[in-house]
């Protein structure tokens, strides 16, 4: 089984200031690791993916995370936030090996980003 | 750009109702799935198809079926609508080791 858990539910933050979204997560095999975003009354929108390779990935808008195997943790972040970033993000998992959690993405409860002027 | 539609952005239907919400994805992809997002819950996952006429439940597939004839088509299905199915809906296909791509989603009113 595979669980994500995000530990901020909501997120003040004012314009220009760097922002961090935490995930942790857990699995027994091996996983790949997901940042979407929902703009309100919309679908979600991939920001970054982990899949293998560099443990810094650099996504849409200016985000970036981290993934870190030792701590099961994949947080998100970005240096100077603006208006526009005012959305809900989500963090998902999924397995990359065989096993009846293959195939399946799992998400974290969302953490809702609100950027003050 | 892969394309995922959902047929319905608002649906509002009465308790006990059989209701039928359509998903179509345009890249061949092998994989859908449909989610429920609430508030504070995150998406949760009520099934998802790996091959036409295959079909696997998800975490939560109590009071739902789904249906897909298609390679592009995958339908969730209401038996008895209830009020606690108030949720939107969320379609989402994906192929391989990809990320999955999303619909706009459908926002189900139960009364």
């Known amino acids: ?117 | 750009d892969v394309k995922v539609t959902q047929s319905s952005r608002y649906l509002v239907k009465r308790t006990g109702e059989k209701v039928f919400l359509e998903c179509v994805q345009d890249m061949d992809h092998e994989n859908m799935f449909w989610y429920r997002q609430d508030p504070g819950l995150g998406l949760r996952l009520i099934y998802f198809s790996y091959d036409v006429k295959m079909k696997e439940k998800g975490d939560i597939p109590e009071g739902y079926s789904v249906s897909r004839e298609k390679k592009e088509r995958f339908s969730l299905i209401l038996e008895s609508a209830s009020t606690n199915q108030t949720s939107m809906y969320l379609c989402a296909s994906r192929q391989d080791v990809s990320e999955a791509f999303f619909g706009q989603g459908t926002r189900l009113t139960v009364v």
């Open chain 1, 1 to 117: 089984a595979q669980s994500v858990t995000q530990l901020d539910s909501q997120v003040p933050v004012f314009e220009e200031a760097p922002v961090e979204l935490r995930c942790n997560y857990s699995s027994s095999v091996s996983v790949y690791l997901f940042w979407y975003v929902q703009y309100p009354n919309q679908g979600l929108q991939l920001l970054l993916k982990y899949l293998s390779g560099s443990t810094l990935v650099k996504g849409i808008n200016g985000f970036e995370a981290e993934f870190n195997k030792s701590q099961t943790s994949f947080h998100l972040r970005k240096p100077s936030v603006h208006i526009s970033d005012t959305a809900e993000y989500f963090c998902a998992v999924r397995a990359n090996a065989g096993g009846t959690s293959y195939g399946k993405l799992t998400f974290g409860q969302g953490t809702i980003l609100t950027v003050h002027p």
